[in-house]
Nanobody, 126 residues
Framework: QVQLVESGGGLVQAGGSLRLSCAAS????????MGWFRQAPGKEREFVAA???????????DYADSVKGRFTISRDNAKNTVYLQMNSLKPEDTAVYYC????????????????WGQGTQVTVSS
C-alpha cells in the first residue's frame, strides 16, 4: 500500500507562490506516475499536473490548461518526493490539492488514480 503525505499548503495573496510537497512510501517511486489534482468547494476534483517516466532518461510532464506556464511539477526520486511549484497564483486556484499515484495512460483521470494523499489546503486571496 502506497502512502502519500502532502505538505506546503497555506494562504497566499494573488500573484504569490507556494510549493507543495508529497512524500511517498514504496521502493519503486521512480516508476510511479505521480500527479496533482485539486478540488474547490462545490466543484468536482480536477487534474492539475502529472509526471511519468518516458522510458528514455527523462520524465514527461503534463499540465491542465488552467495552470500551464504557472505551475511546475518535479520529482526527487532519491527522496521519494514530488513537488508542485505554483507561481502567479490566482484566487481561482483556491482548492484542496491532492497528490496521487496514477495508472499509466490515465494520469488525467480521477478514475485513473490508485492512491490518494490526504490533501492540503491552498487559499489565494485577492
Amino acid at each position: 500500500q502506497v502512502q502519500l503525505v502532502e505538505s506546503g499548503g497555506g494562504l497566499v495573496q494573488a500573484g504569490g507562490s507556494l510549493r507543495l510537497s508529497c512524500a511517498a512510501s514504496g521502493s519503486t517511486f521512480s516508476s510511479y506516475a505521480m500527479g496533482w489534482f485539486r478540488q474547490a468547494p462545490g466543484k468536482e476534483r480536477e487534474f492539475v499536473a502529472a509526471s511519468w517516466w518516458s522510458g528514455s532518461r527523462t520524465y514527461y510532464a503534463d499540465y491542465a490548461d488552467s495552470v500551464k506556464g504557472r505551475f511546475t511539477i518535479s520529482r526527487d526520486n532519491a527522496k521519494n518526493t514530488v513537488y508542485l511549484q505554483m507561481n502567479s497564483l490566482k484566487p481561482e486556484d483556491t482548492a484542496v490539492y491532492y497528490c496521487a499515484v496514477s495508472r499509466a495512460g490515465a494520469t488525467r483521470l480521477v478514475s485513473g488514480v490508485n492512491h490518494w494523499g490526504q490533501g492540503t489546503q491552498v487559499t489565494v486571496s485577492s
